[in-house]
């Protein structure tokens, strides 16, 4: 693709609505601030962000684009985007894709293979969407029509046979060199997906199910992934989805020119037991690592956390982002962190 040259910071600014949790949400707002002013819709923007931001828009004028890489920000973004004449999804569009049965009926509607999640269909159906491998796919509206397939997510669960892992994903990895990518037929399931929703820019982050008879949409979300998933597309892949989100709210041509070829994953620690966080130990030994591409904790010494099989996501005690060339040298490398990685759970007493 051709690219004219990114708006400089002297320009109107990049209104960014949400700013997140600093060790999930920093790298996609420093992704979009490196390229654009921002002014920070938060109702309490947080001490992290600032630096990045303004609250006002200066001297009152007016700003390039709306943008925003959490979720529940992206149908106020279409409505301001609207509002204001600038570029961005029509709201209708991205409130059907935040509504499952809606989006199923424009699907089916339109003949794009899709499943209902959750729900009890027919019996052919029902047996299909019990079989297959769920993936994350994430792609680029980047105009009406022209719909660009990034990357592909994988989740990793622990072992059903696990009494002792969290029945949340242990992680997640982007490779880009993941066979999904090559199938034409999942190509275009997402094209014509996101075009029947009526999608016509911005980042689309979709749920798949890879079945025998072939790919089926089960979710849309006119959004990025979630957490440090656009992370992991960059570090695999070298394409910023943050920043190309703000390019196209901004009016601009957006660079998705691949870098790098490699698979960059996440691991997520949970507690072993519920009880009291009370001793934290980090890889020191790995710090200088360069595969090792961050580590933070998440839970604070002294927080109370719930132990498996019941810890979700608000449990987590840290994550850690590697690189590698290939899945299993990722894989390998994730398991190093682990095992140099201490967190102490004190039990809570057993109730009488």
């Known amino acids: 693709m051709h690219t004219r040259p990114r708006p400089s910071l002297p320009h109107r600014p990049v209104l960014l609505l949400g700013t997140g949790e600093r060790a999930l949400n920093a790298h996609a707002l420093l992704s979009i601030a490196a390229g654009y002013r921002l002014v920070l819709a938060d109702p309490a923007v ?63 509607a339109h003949d794009v293979p899709s499943l209902p999640v959750g729900t009890a269909g027919a019996a052919e159906e029902t047996s299909e969407a019990a079989d297959g491998v769920d993936i994350g796919v994430e792609a680029v509206v980047v105009a009406p029509g022209d719909v660009r397939t990034i990357a592909v997510t994988r989740t990793t669960q622990a072992p059903a046979s696990s009494s002792s892992s969290s029945s ?40 798949v199910r890879l079945t025998a008879r072939g790919p089926r949409v089960l979710r849309v979300g006119a959004h990025l992934a979630p957490g440090l998933v656009p992370l992991l597309v960059d570090r695999a892949t070298g394409v910023s989805l943050p920043r190309v989100a703000a390019d196209l709210a901004a009016g601009a041509v957006p660079d998705l020119t691949s870098t790098r070829k490699r698979v960059a994953a996440v691991r997520f620690l949970y507690p072993s037991a519920s009880g009291e966080l009370v001793r934290r130990v980090p890889p020191t030994e790995l710090a200088c690592a360069p595969w090792l591409d961050r580590f933070a904790w998440t839970a604070e010494q002294g927080r109370t956390v719930q132990g498996p099989p019941d810890s979700g996501p608000g449990d987590r005690l840290a994550h850690w982002v590697t690189t590698a060339a290939d899945p299993a040298a990722g894989a390998t490398r994730l398991d190093r962190v682990a095992e140099h990685t201490t967190a102490r759970i004190r039990r809570r007493p057993a109730p009488r």
């Open 46 to 108: 947080p001490e992290w962000a600032r630096p990045y931001g303004t609250a006002e828009v200066p001297g009152g004028g007016s700003v390039d684009g709306v943008v925003t890489y959490r979720a529940e920000q992206a149908l106020p973004v279409a409505e301001l985007a609207r509002r204001l004449g600038l570029p961005g999804n029509s709201p209708q569009a991205v409130a059907t894709c935040e509504d499952a049965a809606a989006t199923l009926r424009v699907l089916r």
């Open 168 to 207: 949340a994903p242990l992680g997640h990895s982007v490779d880009a060199h993941d066979e999904a990518l090559h199938d034409d037929a999942l190509h275009h399931l997402v094209g014509t997906a996101a075009t029947a929703l009526g999608l016509t820019l911005g980042p689309v982050h979709l749920d």
